[in-house]
C-alpha cells in the first residue's frame, strides 16, 4: 500500500491484488485452492469425501452398474502434501516464468488487451548501397 518495494519515496498507492487483473495474483489464491485440494484428498471432513467421489466419478465415470455411489478412499497424508506440494511448485514457476521471461516469451508477457509484437531481429543488415552484409 505505501510502496515499500519501489525505489522512490513512500507514496499510498492501491495495491496490486485491487488493480485491473489483480485477482490473478497467484498469491492470493494459491492458498485457498491448495486447501482445499488437501481436504479433498485426505478427506478432512464429510463433504470432502462425498467431493472427492463426485470428482472422480465426473472425470473417470466409475458408478458401478447399479448407479451407487463408488467408495473412494482417502490419500494418504504424505501423498497428499507431496501433490499440493508439486501444485504449488507448478503454479509459482509458471508466475516467475510470466513475470521474467522478458521478449524469450513475448505471448506469456503480455498484458490482457494488448496487442504482442513480434520481434524485429534481422540477421541482414544494409549498407549504404542497398546491399545486403551479412553479420
Not at 519515496?9 to 491484488?17: A, D, G, N, S
Not at 507448478?90 to 498484458?111: D, Y
Request: hydrophobic residues 40%.
Amino acid at each position: 500500500m505505501f510502496s515499500s518495494f519501489d525505489p522512490t519515496p513512500l507514496t499510498l498507492t492501491t495495491p496490486p491484488e485491487l488493480r485491473p487483473y489483480g485477482w490473478t495474483t497467484t498469491d492470493l489464491w494459491c492458498a485457498p485452492l491448495i486447501t482445499g485440494l488437501y481436504a479433498l484428498l485426505t478427506h478432512a471432513q464429510p463433504f470432502w469425501a462425498d467431493l472427492h467421489v463426485l470428482v472422480v466419478s465426473i472425470f473417470w465415470g466409475h458408478f458401478n452398474d447399479r448407479g451407487s455411489k463408488p467408495t473412494i478412499e482417502a490419500v494418504d497424508p504424505e501423498v497428499a502434501r507431496a501433490i499440493c506440494t508439486l501444485v504449488l511448485i507448478g503454479m509459482f514457476a509458471t508466475r516467475a516464468v510470466k513475470n521474467f521471461a522478458g521478449p524469450l516469451v513475448p505471448s506469456i508477457v503480455a498484458v490482457p488487451g494488448t496487442p504482442v509484437k513480434a520481434s524485429s531481429s534481422e540477421p541482414h543488415s544494409k549498407n549504404k548501397s542497398g546491399k545486403a552484409k551479412i553479420q
